[in-house]
């Protein structure tokens, strides 16, 4: 079975930085794409970042420039750097595994529980 755990969220001031860390877990032999997606209270997952086993990387416009998604191939592990720091990006943040290829099977998509980040004003 595979699994995706989050660390790293919390409180910081408007301005601030954070870093998420999601490590995955089980008979791993590969991970085709792995981001970070965001929920904020009342509203929908949105795509925060992502970034391909080759290196592909995609940003929603809104942290363009702001949040950094980097990722370790041989340790199935997805940071994301956020910087500067926003109010608006309070939201609870989920890591996304897709494409899991394990000896027993592909998942498709695998997703973590999430961490809250709290961005104050």
């Known amino acids: 079975q595979v699994q995706l755990v989050e660390s790293g969220g919390g409180l910081v001031q408007a301005g601030g930085s954070l870093r998420l860390s999601c490590a995955a877990s089980?008979?791993?032999?590969?991970?085709?794409?792995m981001g970070w997606y965001r929920q904020a209270a009342g509203g929908q997952r949105e795509l925060v970042a992502v970034?391909?086993?080759?290196?592909?990387?995609n940003y929603a416009d809104s942290v363009k420039g702001r949040f950094t998604v980097s990722r370790d191939n041989a340790k199935n592990t997805v940071s994301l750097q956020m910087n500067s720091l926003k109010p608006e990006d309070t939201a609870v943040y989920y890591c996304?595994?897709?494409?899991?290829?394990?000896?027993?099977?592909?998942?498709?998509?695998?997703w973590g529980q999430g961490t809250l980040v709290t961005v104050s004003s």
């Open positions: 970034t391909t086993r080759g290196g592909n990387t």
């Open positions: 996304k595994g897709t494409d899991i290829l394990t000896p027993s099977g592909l998942y498709p998509e695998v």
């Open positions: 089980g008979r791993i032999s590969s991970i085709n794409a």
